[in-house]
């Protein structure tokens, strides 16, 4: 039961309250330079697809450690949706200046993201693991396409996701750390291809 109400709190957190860092601002993102609307616009979206990231990255660990049940892990992963977090309000202060909103779709992502935590933590810890460093792995090659496709007077934006992008690497490297293993070639495929539509869709919505 107290799982089941720190899983319900932590989605409700996520999807309504205003998110708030424990960490500063990473460095340059407050150097906000003027965009033209055509920046702008382009910003916004890219941001908008990297908060949702940080939503499902959210529900991902949440589902996880929700069935867990090695104590060791659970903290591992309420260490790293911890860091997440900054990660999620980053990236809606930044939607925010950028005077666009989050995506419609958000519920939607949350509850899928924390179905696949759940399924991939019930098959065993080390799947588990190797889900979250598989996971990680693909996120920070997405922000390094984003780091090539940011307007380069985007400092603000740039500097919050190229911070997300060093933590996000750093994830992944202790999951596999802490025993990961290495997913199946097909699963990682199917990785790959839901979060290509997740984003496309999320780019608009």
């Not at 920046?39 to 529900?59: I, K, P, T």
């Not at 450690?65 to 202060?93: G, I, N």
């Not at 396409?145 to 202790?174: C, F, K, W, Y």
Request: aromatic letters at 4%; a positive charge; charged letters at 25%.
């Amino acid at each position: 039961m107290d799982r089941l109400l720190s899983a319900a709190d932590s989605a409700l957190r996520t999807l309504f309250a205003e998110p708030r860092p424990a960490r500063p601002t990473p460095a340059g993102a407050s150097d906000a330079a003027p965009l033209d609307e055509r920046q702008r616009q382009l910003s916004a979206a890219l941001m908008r697809v990297n908060h949702v990231g940080e939503v499902c990255a959210q529900a991902l660990y949440t589902g996880q450690a929700s069935v867990t049940r090695d104590p060791a892990l659970r903290t591992h992963l309420l260490r790293a949706a911890k860091e997440e977090a900054d990660h999620l309000a980053w990236t809606r202060q930044r939607l925010g200046q950028l005077q666009a909103r989050p995506s419609l779709l958000n519920p939607l992502w949350y509850a899928g993201a924390f179905t696949l935590g759940a399924v991939a933590g019930k098959v065993s810890d080390r799947v588990s693991l190797g889900f979250v460093a598989e996971t990680e792995r693909q996120v920070s090659e997405h922000l390094q396409g984003h780091l090539g496709r940011l307007p380069v007077n985007d400092q603000a934006s740039r500097a919050i996701v190229a911070q997300m992008r060093t933590d996000e690497e750093r994830h992944a490297a202790d999951a596999r750390a802490a025993g990961a293993v290495e997913l199946p070639r097909p699963v990682r495929m199917l990785m790959r291809a839901a979060a290509r539509a997740m984003t496309a869709t999320a780019h608009y919505i």
